[in-house]
Structures are given as structure tokens and as C-alpha cells.
């Protein structure tokens, strides 16, 4: 792998996206955090990330918007560096039956996580360092195939398919591409509004019998984007517990 470590984590503000910016940081990554409305979150992790010693910066793009996405990676590598590493972690999730389900909720749902991911795939594929990573969030509701989820998880099963494509479209230039699928996190996005007995029937599900953390995720694309995760490639690894 290339002794530049530069990531750039999109959605990497709060969550499993903050999880994951600050394990790139501790393992010695320069980082870039994407946020799309996130300000104030995004300033205050770039804040204790350069008082720990780390080159770090923030940039707002909306990664549906394809010109966008080209000057945040302008911008990445004017201010950290050329990129070796990109993490796509930003998306959005509107469950409803699909019979119940308008334009909106389909159409904002695939802007931001398919064409979303497939803008900045695209950039990846003809600016990312040799020997570089690309790491891919999905779900494990691909598996699963929960009820109301219809939508949200179409978008996450084409990015699948996009990633074992990209992988080997990028032959000989030694860069991976995976995705990581995780179950039930204890993000607060997933708690808020779910009664204490729905948390716990979901965190059951899995023969852990417990709730994934957004460090547990952070790990999991750690692994993919060091050396250690060189040999994996193409795949998606579902990060449950077991759960599916």
C-alpha cells in the first residue's frame, strides 16, 4: 500500500461516519470529513482531531450532485493530499411499505445512496492512488430483506454490485474494493423514536444478543482500508453478529 494515507469519509461528521474517521485517524490517516448539513459536528471532530495531532479537514458537498463531488476531491488534495482511501459512508434511510411509498421517498434514496456512491466511485476510479482502498457501506437488510425497508435496501444491494464491478474494472492498479454491511448499530439515528422493547428485540436477533456499536463498523473498514485487508477484495462482509 502507498505510504500516503489520505481518507476521505463521506457522511463523516457523526455516527458510524465519525466511528469511522476517528479509527483512520488513530491508525494514522490524514482525513478528510464529508458532511452534507452537519457543520457544527463536523468543526467540532475536526477540532479534537488536530489537537491530537492529525491533519484533518472538512468539506461540504452534496454527494448527489456529480460537480460537487469533483471539487471536494480538488479540494482533498490541495488541502491533505492526493487520496488513497475512500470510505462511502453517507445515506439516508426512509422506510415505508412499497405500496405506500411516493417519488420522494424513492428518489431521495437513490440520489443520495446510489448516484451518491456512483459520483464518488467514479472520481475514485480515475484519481485514487495505486495500491489504494475503497470501502463501501451497505446493510445487512440486503440479507435480511425486512419489511418497509424495500427501497432503502435496493440502493444498498446495486451498491454491492457496484463494488464487486469496480473491483475488477480496477485491475492492475492493486486497489481494492469491498463493502461493509452492518446490522442493528446503536447510532442515535437508529434509536431515536423506537420504543426500548423494539431495541431489544433487534438487538436479540443476532446470537450476540447485542446491538452493533459505530465502532464495531469502524473496526471492520479499518481492516479493509490497512495493509492487513489487501488480500480482501470484491466482497462485502456483513458486520452483524451473526444476525444474517
Known amino acids: 500500500m502507498s505510504l500516503q494515507k489520505v481518507a476521505l469519509v463521506t457522511g463523516g461528521s457523526r455516527g458510524i461516519g465519525a466511528s469511522i474517521v476517528r479509527q483512520l485517524a488513530e491508525d494514522g490517516f490524514s482525513v478528510a470529513i464529508n458532511y452534507a448539513s452537519s457543520a457544527s459536528e463536523a468543526e467540532t471532530l475536526v477540532t479534537e482531531l488536530k489537537n491530537k495531532g492529525i491533519k484533518v ?51 431521495s434514496q437513490v440520489a443520495i445512496n446510489l448516484k451518491g456512491t456512483f459520483n464518488t466511485l467514479r472520481e475514485a476510479a480515475n484519481r485514487l492512488c495505486d495500491g489504494g482502498r475503497i470501502v463501501n457501506l451497505s446493510t445487512s437488510v440486503v440479507g435480511l430483506k425486512m419489511e418497509t425497508y424495500g427501497v432503502y435496501a435496493a440502493t444498498k444491494a446495486a451498491v454491492e454490485t457496484l463494488t464487486a464491478i469496480l473491483s475488477k474494472e480496477l485491475r492492475g492498479r492493486s486497489i481494492t474494493v469491498n463493502a461493509v454491511a452492518p446490522g ?41 482500508a490497512s495493509s492487513n485487508g489487501g488480500w480482501i477484495n470484491g466482497q462485502v462482509l456483513r458486520a452483524n453478529g451473526g444476525m444474517v
Open 57 to 107: 479537514c472538512a468539506v461540504k458537498c452534496n454527494i448527489a450532485n456529480a460537480e460537487e463531488v469533483k471539487l471536494m476531491f480538488d479540494h482533498v488534495e490541495k488541502t491533505l493530499g492526493r487520496i488513497n482511501t475512500l470510505v462511502n459512508n453517507a445515506g439516508i434511510m426512509k422506510l415505508a411499505k412499497l405500496g405506500d411509498s411516493d417519488d420522494d421517498l424513492f428518489d
Open 184 to 224: 442493528p448499530t446503536a447510532t442515535d439515528l437508529f434509536l431515536n423514536g423506537k420504543p426500548p422493547e423494539l431495541i431489544d428485540r433487534l438487538a436479540k436477533m443476532n446470537p450476540l444478543e447485542r446491538l452493533g456499536t459505530p465502532d464495531d463498523i469502524a473496526r471492520v473498514v479499518a481492516f479493509l
